[in-house]
């Protein structure tokens, strides 16, 4: 019951989110927009109880729901392979240089800090 | 051996197909990825990939036959994202002493992702279209898509970086780490974790979860603010250009 009132206000935020994303032209997507609505609903336990089940099974299988979008970049390898070694060498360097500025940036800022906590 | 072909013809037209397929697929890469004990190059999102693609080229089956099923795995990633505040809200009380600082390093680190894949992609002279969906390669797919759409790229290009760039984060991300001289300790977990978040979205995440309960609760932390930023951040940028 917990997981379908949960999924409920999951999706009722999405839907405020792409009506607000419309109706205001904002320039961002309406699961974003409902991402901080729900930042804010948090606040409340009623709220709190419902979300945790939903949210820890659906970020849990993330991996899972971009299956189908892979899928058809597989599909789509023409559209990758047209530009060739060029695209790829992007990729993968933009990915390497991301990872290794925030890790980096992010210990430094940090440092002096005591340690963080473990999972709360 | 006709009734089978009919059979097959039925069932592979119906959406039935394509759910069926992706969740058996998907259940059995990440039982070969467990077995491997999670080593990088098992990555189960990779072999799904990889299987299901081989099968649909196999059977003669048409993307959107396969999608017709697979839209509904495909539509909870629009929850998942709303979801993401709730690993927010778990870390608001580091989040509200370091807010700051986490903010800062998610806006360079994504910065700098973006950065160089555009600057790259127009140096090697890439076409327009491509090198502005290469803008929110960073960010999970949906989001990409959406933001592709907002600054004059292609949505179904940005969706292929996207996942291309997960692929990438999850595989390399290990040695990468190692080479920096990031630790396994809390600091470090914490920096691995967020730096998987921020460059390689989702995939990214997922992996660092499977590595580390607290790499994952980082990573999900900067898969949030990096949703936020980005979306916030690169329709304004791509308006300066």
Redesign the interface.
Known sequence: MQVLQG?AI??T??SV?EALSRLLHL??????I???L??CA?RWRAV?ER??T???F???H???????????????FG??AE?GL??L???????????????????R??RG?P?????? | MTDFVQLWVYLASTPLF?LNA??V??VLALAFYNRMRQAPWAN??LW???V??AG?QATGTA?PT??AG??F??F????????????????RT?LRA?WG??T???V???A???G??VG??WA???PAE?VLS?AP??VT???AM??AD?VGGLP??A???A????L??AL??KP??AL?G?GT????W???G???G???H??G???A?QVN??AG??A?L?L?LQ??TA??LI?LAARWF
């Open positions: 999924l999951l999706l935020l999405q989110g320039p961002y997507p309406g699961p974003v409902g991402m901080v729900l930042l948090l709190q979300v945790q939903v949210a820890q659906l970020l849990g993330l991996s899972l729901l971009f299956v189908p979008v892979g899928v058809g970049v597989i599909t789509q559209v990758v530009h060029r695209l060498v992007v990729i993968v360097v933009s990915t390497w240089v991301g990872l290794a500025v925030t890790a980096l940036v992010l210990r800022l940090m800090d340690p963080p906590g473990g999972a709360p | 394509g992706t969740l697929v998907y189960p999102v799904s990939l990889v299901l693609g649909l993307y396969y999608f697979a839209q795995i495909h909870l990633l629009g929850p998942a994202v709303v979801a993401l505040a709730w690993p927010l809200w778990q870390r580091e370091r600082r986490f800062l390093a998610a360079i680190g994504g700098a992702a973006a160089s894949a790259l992609a090697l002279g890439l491509v290469l390669k960073s797919a949906p989001v959406g933001i907002k179904s290009l969706a292929v970086f996942v291309l760039t997960g990438v984060g390399s991300a990468l780490f920096l990031i300790d809390a600091t470090g914490m920096a691995r967020f730096a998987l921020t460059a390689a989702g995939i995440a997922a992996r979860l309960a607290d609760a980082w999900a900067a949030g949703v936020v979306a916030l329709p």
